[in-house]
C-alpha cells in the first residue's frame, strides 16, 4: 500500500492499494474516537461493496448507517443534498460524527458538500470506487452540487480527513466508466506531464495501471498544496473544463459523461489554440489519437454559441472576463484571461493573439 500525504488547510492521508476496502474499519478507527458514521452511496456502489464497507466498520464498532440514492450525475442536486441532510439529522450525527463517500465523482461532490455543511462542517472520508473519483475528484477538498444554472455551482471547500482508493473497484467497472475516467487522466498528461502523455501512447493502461494513479494523484497533491482555494495555479486543473461543463449542461446531464464532456473540450480547446498558433503544431492529432484509443468522444452535438451561453455561467468567468486554461505544448499549460468577446472569437478561431 502507498500513502501520499497532503498538506492543505485540513492535513490528510491518501491511501492507495489493492483489495484495502476490508481494512477500512480498522483504519478509520486510528483516526476518530466517534463511532457514529454514516455511508454515503449510490445504488449501484452499495450493491458492489455497501455490505463489505459495512461489515468491516461494524467489526471494528461503529454504528452505521447508509444513504444511498439513485446512481448518475442528475442526483447532485439541491433536492438530494436535502435528503441527505435530513438523513443525518433522523441517525444525530454530531459534530464529533463523520460521513463516509463510498462511490465516484458524483457521491464524493455531494456527501463532501454535505459534510462541509451540515452543522456548518463535519468530517468525511472519501473512498473513491470510480478512475476519474481515484485519479481526481476524491482529492483537494472540491465539492458541490448543480443548479439550473449550471455544474458545481453551488459548493465549498472542504478537506477530507483522508482518502481511500482500492484500486481492485476498479476491476467491476464497465469499459466506458473506466474510459470516462481516463478523460480526467488524459488532462493531466496535457496540460502537466508529456512523460504521462507518452506513457499513456506507448502502453497497455493494464500494464501501467498503478503508477498512473499514483502520477495523476502527485501531480493534484502538488497543485492543491500550492494553491488550495483556485487563486491559480489550481485553476488549470480545469483543462477541458469550461468547454466539457457547457456540454454536460446542454445534455441535461445525461447521454454524455463527465470524462467524455471534458474530453470534447480538452480535444476543442487544443484545436482552437493550435489553429491561432498558441500551441505547438501536431499536439491536436496526438491528443485526438490518445482520446480515440480510449474510445472517448472529440465532438459533441453542441453550436459555438450554445457553449457561450452555457459557459458564461462557469466559475471561471469573473465580470467580463473569462479565464481558460490552453496547452502551448503537452505536457504544459496557461492561463489566458479573455475579453468576452474575444472569449467568443476564440471559440471560433478568430481571436487575435
Known amino acids: 500500500m502507498k500513502k501520499i500525504h497532503v498538506n492543505a488547510s485540513g492535513s490528510y492521508d491518501i491511501l492507495i492499494g489493492h483489495d484495502i476496502l476490508n481494512e477500512v474499519g480498522k483504519t478509520i478507527s486510528k483516526l476518530f474516537k466517534s463511532r457514529n458514521t454514516v455511508i454515503v452511496t449510490d445504488d449501484i456502489v452499495d450493491a458492489l461493496y455497501g455490505d463489505v464497507l459495512r461489515k468491516s466498520l461494524l467489526k471494528a464498532g461503529f454504528n452505521v448507517k447508509t444513504f444511498t440514492f439513485l ?44 459534510a462541509a455543511s451540515f452543522l456548518r462542517g463535519i468530517p468525511f472520508v472519501q ?39 482500492d484500486i481492485n473497484t476498479l476491476l467491476t467497472l464497465k469499459p466506458e466508466t473506466f474510459n470516462d475516467g481516463m478523460g480526467e487522466v488524459i488532462k493531466y498528461a496535457v496540460a502537466f506531464s508529456k512523460p504521462l502523455f507518452e506513457i499513456l501512447e506507448k502502453n497497455d493502461i493494464k500494464e501501467v495501471l498503478d503508477d498512473v494513479i499514483l502520477d495523476c494523484i502527485n501531480c493534484k497533491k502538488e497543485v492543491v498544496q500550492a494553491d488550495e482555494k483556485e487563486a491559480g495555479e489550481r485553476m488549470k486543473l480545469n483543462f477541458g473544463h469550461t468547454i466539457g461543463h457547457a456540454i454536460e449542461k446542454h445534455y441535461n446531464y445525461k447521454g454524455i459523461t463527465h470524462g467524455q464532456a471534458v474530453a470534447v473540450g480538452i480535444y476543442k480547446i487544443t484545436k482552437q489554440s493550435e489553429k491561432l498558433g498558441i500551441t505547438k503544431p501536431g499536439s491536436v492529432d496526438r491528443i485526438k489519437k490518445l482520446l480515440e484509443k480510449f474510445k472517448l468522444p472529440v465532438t459533441a452535438s453542441i453550436t459555438d454559441e450554445q457553449i457561450l451561453k452555457n459557459s458564461l455561467n462557469d466559475k471561471k468567468r469573473h465580470s467580463d472576463k473569462m479565464t481558460i486554461v490552453v496547452s502551448p505544448e503537452i505536457g504544459d499549460s496557461k492561463l489566458m484571461t479573455l475579453s468576452i468577446d474575444d472569449y467568443k472569437k476564440f471559440l471560433i478561431g478568430k481571436i487575435n493573439t
Open 127 to 165: 473512498i473513491p470506487t470510480t478512475l476519474l473519483a481515484q485519479v481526481d475528484s476524491s482529492i483537494g477538498g472540491k465539492t458541490a452540487v448543480n443548479i439550473k444554472a449550471g455544474k458545481n455551482l453551488v459548493g465549498a471547500f472542504h478537506q477530507p480527513s483522508l482518502v481511500i482508493c
Open 71 to 114: 446512481n448518475g450525475e442528475q442526483s447532485k442536486n439541491i433536492n438530494t443534498l436535502t435528503s441527505v441532510y435530513d438523513f443525518l439529522s433522523e441517525s444525530g450525527i454530531t459534530r464529533t460524527d463523520f460521513i463516509i463517500a463510498l462511490g465516484g465523482g458524483v457521491v464524493g461532490d455531494l456527501a463532501g458538500f454535505a
